[in-house]
């Protein structure tokens, strides 16, 4: 399904939430261990934060979780 969304880079991490997280332009992409996608406008930047930080997912939490995001189904959506 990952295809579908043609992101920029893409990285398999270790966490117990997130399966993975990418970016597509300026938008960080993250995939949850439920399989569900999400996009977060204008946070490609975090990428690198959530890669270097000891914990992903308490990275994540703390820092991306509360910003605006879209649920993404089985395409990336036109804008």
Known sequence: ML???DVDT???VE??????I????PD???QFKDGAF??????ANEMDHLLSAPSVGK??????RHQK?????????DE
Request: aromatic share 18%; with cysteine.
């Open 59 to 64: 990275y994540f939490h703390q820092e991306v």
């Open 69 to 77: 995001c879209q649920r993404l189904g089985s395409e990336w959506p």
């Open 22 to 25: 990418g970016t597509k332009g």
């Open 10 to 12: 893409w990285e398999e």
């Open 28 to 30: 960080l992409v993250v």
């Open 3 to 5: 295809a579908n969304y």
């Open 38 to 43: 999400y996009r977060y406008p204008d946070l």
């Open 15 to 20: 966490s117990s939430m997130i399966k993975g």
